[in-house]
């Protein structure tokens, strides 16, 4: 039978209506942050409002989401990563690690860990948790990976990111900054960069080129960095327990404040309601191709 204009004008209409409907709740992200001496992972909503996520955890510090929406956290204290499910499921994922500290997923889905105890970085394949190392030399707090499967890791030690190719070669992508600890890319490959000590943010283009973004409200304990679908940064400082949030023009706001030495953040967005929408047209539209 041949499919009727108007029933697939009508299928396709309301699929879109559903989805507009529900745009809101595709887009709100939700805020992952680790708690260094609170020993918990506090989950923030769009608004701010804050729900313990996972306690009693041995010194949290990296924050990473997979492509299955799982939740990886660094356990520093131990040299563990565990993995979180969205509901805050905690199970076992891998030991053995040298103070482990950031966690970056590429596009591939593996995962990368920077040990900053021995100044490695392992590389967990998508299909298991069997880490191998991926690269030596940078004692390295936080990681990020850009859409190419390039790893950027900085060294706190003496102010460079190096940037790591798929197949470990490295070489400086910047230099001259001051004890970075977190960085974060935004949607549009913008590398944002927090140095520790100064209470600055630079933010790089593709070419390695910089500028200072924005000034913290405190001049030292910059940590983790993370970016939201709507390009608004949220950075961490461990010392005076405050999430400061950006917007694309730098302009900064206290997000969250209280927090036990908050160490690094991640970001994502709930799309299941969106997905099954969407799901659903293609249902649609196949029964009346049919």
């Keep these: 039978m041949k499919t009727n204009n108007n ?13 507009l409907l529900t745009s ?12 260094y001496y609170g020993r918990t992972i506090i989950k923030f909503d769009s608004s ?16 990473a989401f997979d492509s299955s929406g799982n939740l990886y956290a660094a356990l520093n204290w131990h040299g563990d990563i565990d993995k979180f499910d969205l509901s805050g499921n905690d199970s ?9 500290m950031g966690l970056a997923f590429d596009s591939s889905g ?33 990681l990020a ?35 970075t600890a977190g960085l974060a890319f935004d949607s549009s490959g913008y590398l944002y960069v ?20 924005a000034s913290v409200l405190k001049d030292y304990g910059t940590m983790g960095l993370a970016c939201d ?21 730098g302009n900064g706001s206290i997000f969250a404040s209280g927090l036990n030495a908050p160490t690094f953040i991640a970001t994502q967005v709930p799309e299941p309601a969106t997905l099954l929408l969407f799901g659903l047209g293609a249902v649609i539209i196949r029964k009346f191709r049919a």
């Design 194 to 213: 927090g140095n520790y000590y100064g209470g600055t943010i630079t933010k790089f283009d593709s070419s390695g080129n910089g500028t200072v973004f």
């Design 7 to 19: 029933q697939l004008r009508t299928a396709l209409f309301a699929v879109t209506v559903l989805v």
């Design 92 to 100: 076992f994922f891998a030991s053995g690690l040298h103070g482990p």
């Design 229 to 249: 679908s709507s390009g608004n940064l949220y950075v961490a400082n461990e010392v005076d327990g405050t999430i400061t949030k950006f917007d694309s023009s």
């Design 110 to 142: 593996n995962l990368y860990a920077a040990n900053y105890d021995d100044g490695t970085i392992e590389k967990f394949e998508s299909f298991g948790g069997n880490g191998t190392i991926f690269a030596s030399g940078s004692f390295s707090m936080g």
């Design 48 to 63: 701010g409002n804050r729900t313990i996520f996972a306690g009693g955890l041995n010194g949290p510090t990296g924050l």
């Design 145 to 179: 990976c850009d859409s190419s499967g390039n790893l950027y890791a900085p060294d706190i030690a003496d102010g460079t990111i190096t940037k790591f190719d798929s197949s470990g070669n490295g070489s400086i992508f910047a230099s001259g900054l001051n004890s």
């Design 24 to 35: 809101g709740l595709a887009h709100a992200d939700n805020i992952y942050v680790s708690c």
